[in-house]
């Protein structure tokens, strides 16, 4: 469950760690072949920061949804004290960097860089532990965010409200709003109301924090506009009731239509991948070969006994479009699957005009034929 002060309310899927492959990871993104415009580099890559109190869940975010850790298992792990950089990269779309802020940290000390840390983040993520008294932590966020809001003013400010999987329904929604009461009084007295915080009820235990981060690596993505309209004028012109444009390895949905979201549709969808995933690995991998379990050929039918087919297409190496839709409707297969062909036609001209402006941002100006201190019509400076 997901708050947020103009609208928020999607559900994320649920990730069940032991059938998933650990070796099916992210890796060089390519269709048919490389990516014409390569992975982005570190310095290219979106940032997300993870920042809260010390023991409040941060590296166990991190571990349950990138690194495809049990749950159960993150008891295990160690207090963060140094700032961990992990590269989550080259699956199309998802390319980003998770820094792991140790919950010690002084903004005022003096070998605390502020323009380095804030000035090319795109989503700072601010863990809060709900089981706990979390009158510091609001006064951290507090300080956090009016740091950073200084330094870059196009961050995005997300506030996860963890460890809500021992509370009560009526607790959890009474401690979001306190939070959220709070936190936003503390900007508003410091003149900082411009600020927008996102709020989110999480934990790994369940599909909250898949939710969650969802929201955030949607907002790095500058062509999900385009991504939902697609979605629309697929869903529209084949009789389907819902459709998930899905990151395989996270299992993080980058983009859905613009019709409503149900947990239950959801879970559903996730645990399709979870099957076909698995039954790839099992029956559809050569032992001659070293070709991922998850190809141009997947694809999946599942009929449910209440009427309704879950379709699942394989979009590029690392994206999924799954359907759902009513068996009567399936009728027409063969127009669904020429509508999917367009729709993936549309997400790879996508990929070759964000490939472009990659490979033109990356060239020195003098190659772009751009005199220095110019900019382009885009308005992207050379």
């Not at 103009?6 to 649920?14: G, H, I, K, L, V």
């Not at 159960?72 to 160690?78: A, D, H, K, P």
């Not at 508003?188 to 369940?206: K, V």
């Not at 694809?299 to 190496?317: C, D």
Request: contains cysteine; hydrophobic residues 35%; proline residues 4%.
């Amino acid at each position: 469950m997901s708050y947020e002060q103009d609208e928020d309310d999607q559900y994320a899927p649920r990730y069940d760690v032991g059938s998933f492959p650990k070796d099916f990871e992210y890796g060089p993104y390519d269709q048919d072949g490389d990516d014409p415009g390569g992975p982005l580099t570190g310095e290219q890559k979106p940032r997300i920061l993870l920042m809260g109190l010390r023991r409040s869940g941060k590296s166990s975010i991190q571990k349950v949804v990138f690194h495809k850790m049990s749950p159960n298992e993150t008891i295990f792990l160690e207090s963060t004290n140094k700032i961990i950089k992990d590269d989550i990269s080259n699956s199309s779309f998802v390319q980003f960097q998770i820094w792991d802020f140790p919950g010690q940290i002084d903004f005022f000390d003096p070998t605390f860089d502020s323009d380095m840390i804030f000035g090319g983040c795109g989503a700072l993520v601010f863990v809060i532990d709900a089981q706990d008294d979390y009158m510091e932590a609001l006064n951290k966020l507090h300080l956090t965010v009016t740091k950073a809001y200084k330094v870059n003013q196009n961050i995005k400010f997300q506030v996860f409200i963890h460890k809500v999987d021992g509370l009560t329904d009526d607790y959890k929604m009474e401690t979001q709003r306190d939070i959220h009461q709070r936190a936003n009084d503390d900007l508003a007295d410091s003149g900082y109301d411009q600020i927008h915080l996102s709020f989110h009820l999480t934990s790994i235990y369940d599909h909250s924090i898949f939710e969650a981060f969802s929201k955030v690596v949607q907002k790095l993505i500058p062509q999900l506009p385009t991504l939902e309209n697609l979605l629309n004028i697929f869903i529209s012109n084949s009789a389907i009731e819902k459709a998930f444009l899905f990151d395989v390895v996270s299992k993080i949905y980058i983009a859905t239509d613009s019709s409503p979201v149900d947990m239950q549709s959801y879970e559903l969808c996730c645990d399709m991948i979870d099957v076909v995933i698995d039954v790839s690995c099992i029956y559809g991998l050569r032992e001659d070969t070293e070709t991922s379990a998850f190809d141009n050929q997947s694809s999946s039918i599942i009929k449910l006994n209440n009427g309704t087919i879950l379709y699942l297409r394989e979009v590029n190496k690392f994206l999924a479009l799954v359907c759902i839709l009513r068996e009567e409707n399936f009728e027409r297969q063969g127009l669904i699957d020429y509508n999917f062909l367009c729709f993936r036609q549309a997400i790879q001209e996508v990929f070759e005009v964000r490939s472009k402006i990659q490979l033109q941002t990356s060239l020195p100006s003098s190659q772009r034929g751009v005199p220095d201190g110019t900019k382009h019509p885009n308005g992207v400076p050379a």
